[in-house]
């Protein structure tokens, strides 16, 4: 079975800075990994789809990267709004990472 | 717009069942898998299983395969989720998500419905 890890597991920045999450794959998954920004007593909300596309309504200060093994989700200047939880997802078999927390 | 309105919370005592229940609105139902996912208490996400609203095929990962029923109407555009001989480590809250043949994400989620398993 695939397993995803993130890192860093907590991410304490600014706003207006640059924040940059990872997440590593087990075995390769293409481009088919998905990143998720979940905020307290909400429901996750997907932010990424295919490694590098916005999903509908995301700002362009999210941006994603990466494919094989090695995923990156970029915030280019975090919002107060950015703090939360992120998740990303691979394919294989629908299991998610374990998350970043992100807090501002 | 598209929705997926969950049931309410509920109370469970260990031992018993119960059934959540995705009701998809603004979109054809037959035409998006639903998926499963839970959240335990300050834990990360945990997906269970789907089914193909369009034929009833069903899928779960093995951890569940003894206790998770997924079923649908379509006449009503509800997905159903029932998770048998509940344990105190089921409690959580539940999730539908929707996903579009071909593709690998959930692009709309339920509000969520959290299930107390308490004697």
Redesign the interface.
């Known amino acids: 079975e695939i397993v995803l890890t993130q890192s860093p597991a907590t991410l304490a920045l600014s706003p207006g800075e640059r924040a940059t999450l990872s997440c590593r794959a087990s075995q390769s998954v293409g481009s088919y990994l998905a990143w998720y920004q979940q905020k307290p007593g909400q429901s996750p909300r997907l932010l990424i789809y295919e490694a590098s596309n916005r999903a509908t309504g995301i700002p362009a200060r999210f941006s994603g990267s990466g494919s094989g093994t090695d995923f990156t989700l970029t915030i280019s200047s975090l919002e107060p709004e950015d703090f939360g939880l992120y998740y990303c997802q691979q394919r294989s078999n629908w299991l998610f990472g374990p998350g970043t927390k992100v807090n501002i | 717009q598209v929705q997926l309105v969950q049931s309410g919370a509920e109370v469970k005592k260990p031992g018993a069942s119960m059934k959540v229940s995705c009701k998809a609105s603004g979109y054809t139902f037959t035409g998006y898998y639903i998926?499963w996912?839970r959240q335990a208490p300050g834990q990360?996400?945990?997906?269970m299983g789907?089914i193909n609203p369009n034929t009833g095929a069903t899928d779960s990962?093995q951890k569940f395969k003894d206790r998770l029923t997924v079923t649908r109407d379509t006449s009503i555009s509800t997905a159903y989720m029932e998770l048998s001989s509940l344990r105190s480590d089921d409690t959580a809250i539940y999730?539908c998500?929707r996903l579009k043949p071909g593709?690998?994400?959930?692009?709309y989620?339920?509000?969520?419905t959290l299930i107390t398993v308490s004697s």
């Open positions: 998926h996912v990360g996400l945990e997906w789907w990962i999730y998500a593709t690998y994400h959930f692009d989620w339920g509000q969520g």
